[in-house]
């Protein structure tokens, strides 16, 4: 538990700092103007970067368990409950 | 818990009892009847925008009243009575009392619903499912519009009304023997909707009230002309209805949540988890109302609020993912009908709620704000989970409703052509908005992309219809000719799984 | 419950609050940029009714369905309606913003590009909502 929140610590310093930084660098070039549609739309492939890889993640765990757990697969034995009373 | 329509009924008997059992199968019944007309008027959009230029639907009226229509009785005639269905079957049994806790209050609640649904389909109203005013108080034509407000007024109280039973019957009357940490998964998510309905259902009671006397003329509450705020109604609306879509999406959870260890022949790999991320959801969905209204004229500091409201709702539902994927981890799970689409579920609610992180990002609002991006994305929720969980749990009901058997082949034939649908419609709707298409349109520019896109979506709508067809015709051909249900054990998962359910509750 | 340890879930928990973080920080930072108007932006008046646009520029001169503007300028949007809601978007560059009744909403855009870009209206209005289109021209 303890190392836990050590690791969401670490982590969380790790995004935060960067992003601190990041805010308070820009904007200090006044000339060119800020362009809407390229900042929103990077905006929008980070997000998809995450959330791509995230539900490669998650979807293909989903795909793993529904292959290696379904009870027509050779490897699939009686779960410790079942015939009892849970 | 079986009805026994072996042993047929006459249909009045059913109509007015009180009996839990008999208005969970009205509740049912019926909203899976304007489940098939909501969706007919869907397959009539998507025959419409096929192509650009006119198709089917000769004006623009008739088509604003049609996805007004659909929209309106999916989530109102559809999605929250088959939820009050299934509570009303399960509830009572889960927490073992012999009904729901005033049996007459929750029969007066069913009853309000054919009314309502008559206004609004009569009426057939064209402002869409918000009303946003000043349109809705200066603009749209009566009597549809004021049918449509009344028949809002009606559902709401009959949502309460339900909510309250379902309380007291959880709260007050269940088994002495039974603490609450041990109650079903199932009872306590119509236990968080409930509490939510109770608290977010009021502010749109109000502001039907002041739409309906600005519209008389009497009043001025959303008319700047007489020191009203249009802006005041969008925040009363989506008070309730932010956390409305909570009270949608948590009972198809729960009923996710009582497939899953089923035909997994596991427990549910942790109660408490699934109880906490319960009651977070119920108290964080009511921190995000003002995300539907980014593009209002809305403050940096208002922004930024509602977005950290918004992303704080993302843990507690990825608990829920997390506790299906470890309660399947090292089962022997059986593919039958109800887990086929309790898992294909799953695997939509993820993706809805992707796009809805990046929806609660307030800059990008500016691309997707009332785009087809919009459309796809709580279509996902809507259909993709909710209504899946539902389609999926009613085949879970089947056997204990009717005695009999659906037929497993075109169970799966079912969810496998509707699966291939949603995912065609509504991912393609996502790109559709990003490319700029806005929503409640009923022409688009003949750009190539908007066109081929269009056209992908609308097969995929017909065949979630062609789908849904064989779904009827599966469900009232079993349910008089199907092969008789083992009761022990309807989908031989091994007998003792199914305790709960043998328990019945004699009809007085 | 029944005996397990649940640290998997909560480092998955983690994880998902971890890359929240990151989208909301990056989130507010680009809202933060682009919400910050140039002083020098010269204003432009729309005003929304069923079912065009009208389009009043900073010396008077107003137009209608069309929008003329040069490239490389900022510009401001001061955006109303005359009647019901409506929601002025310019989806190419990214410019969008509801004309609520009894109030003026901003948002500003510099254009990169020159030639034509379709205006439309994203926010449900009536019969010819789909149909309340314009037409953005950025000259050099
Ligand atoms: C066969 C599956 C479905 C298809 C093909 C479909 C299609 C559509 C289409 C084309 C629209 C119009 C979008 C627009 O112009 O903005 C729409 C709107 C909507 N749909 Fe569906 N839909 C389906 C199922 C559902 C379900 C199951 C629900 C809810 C339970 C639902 C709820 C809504 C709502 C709330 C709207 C918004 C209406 C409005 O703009 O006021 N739909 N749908
Ligand atoms: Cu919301
Ligand atoms: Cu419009």
Known sequence: MDKTIALMLVLTIL???????????????????????????NLFFKMMTIAFTVG?????????????????????KPTKYEGTDW | MVLELQKPRPIWQIMFSTHHTDVGLLYTITSIAFFFMGGALALGIRAELFLPGTQ?????????????????????????????????????????????????????????????????????????????????????????????????????????????????TILKCKHPDLP???????????????LIIIVAVPTFAAALVMLLTDRLGVSGFFDPAKGGDPIAYQHLFWFTFHPEVYV?????????????????????????????????????????????????????????????????????????????????????IKFATPMMWAV?????????????????????????HDSYWVVGHFHLFVMGTIAFGSIGFLYYMFPYITGRMYNETWGK????????????????????????????????????????????????????????VIWLINMIYSAGKGKEANMDDPWGLGGKYYFPYQAKNPHH | MSGHSNWPEWIYVGVIIVLLAYVGAEAWNVERLVEHVPAEAEVI???GQQWFWTFEHADGTKEVGELHVKKGHAYKFEITTKDVNHAFNIHDYVVLQDAVAGRVNEVWFAPDKAGEFPIQCREYCGLLHYNMRGTLIVEE
């Open chain 2, 180 to 194: 609450l940490s041990k109650v079903p998964l199932l009872a306590w998510s119509f236990l968080s909707a409930s």
């Open chain 1, 56 to 76: 490669a993640v998650v979807s293909g765990t989903l795909i793993w368990l529904v292959w290696r757990f379904r009870e027509s697969n050779p490897n699939a």
């Open chain 3, 45 to 47: 008046k729309v005003i």
């Open chain 2, 248 to 332: 949608l999406v948590i009972p198809a959870i729960g009923m996710m949540y009582e497939i899953i260890p089923r035909f997994s022949r596991k427990p549910i790999f942790s109660q408490s988890s699934g109880i906490f991320a319960f009651v977070m959801l119920s108290i964080v969905s009511f921190s995000s109302w003002a995300h539907h209204m980014y593009a209002t004229g809305m403050s940096f500091t208002e922004k930024t609020v509602f977005m950290i409201g918004t992303l704080a709702a993302v843990p507690a539902s990825g608990m829920h993912v997390f506790n299906f994927i470890a309660t399947m981890w090292g089962g022997r």
């Open chain 2, 56 to 168: 089917i639907i000769s004006d623009s009226m008739t088509f604003n009243r049609m996805f007004t229509v659909h929209g309106t009785a999916m989530i109102f005639l559809f999605l929250l009575p088959f939820a009050s269905g299934v509570g009303n079957y399960f509830v009572p049994i889960m927490v073992r009392y012999k009904d729901m806790a005033y049996p007459k209050l929750n029969a007066v609640a069913f009853w309000m619903i054919p009314p309502a649904g008559a206004l609004i389909w009569l009426g057939f109203a064209d402002f869409t499912w918000y009303a946003t005013p000043p349109y809705s108080a200066i603009r749209a034509p009566g009597p549809a519009a004021d049918m449509w407000i009344f028949a809002q007024k009606i559902l709401g109280v009959s949502s309460v009304l339900g909510a309250i039973n379902f309380i007291v």
């Open chain 1, 15 to 41: 995004v935060v700092l960067p992003t601190v930084q990041l805010v308070f660098a820009a904007g200090t070039d006044a000339h060119e103007y800020v362009n809407r549609k390229i900042e929103i739309w």
């Open chain 2, 344 to 368: 294909g579920g799953i695997a939509l609610f993820f993706s809805a709620g992707a796009g809805g992180v990046a929806n609660a990002a307030m800059p990008f609002d500016f691309i997707t």
């Open chain 2, 413 to 468: 034939i079912h969810f496998i052509m509707s699966f291939a649908g949603t995912v065609m419609v509504f991912f393609t709707q996502h790109v559709l908005g990003l490319y700029g298409m806005p929503r409640r349109v009923y022409d688009y520019q003949p750009y190539p992309e908007y066109i081929v896109m269009n056209q992908i979506a609308s097969v995929g709508a017909m065949i979630i219809g062609v789908s849904m």
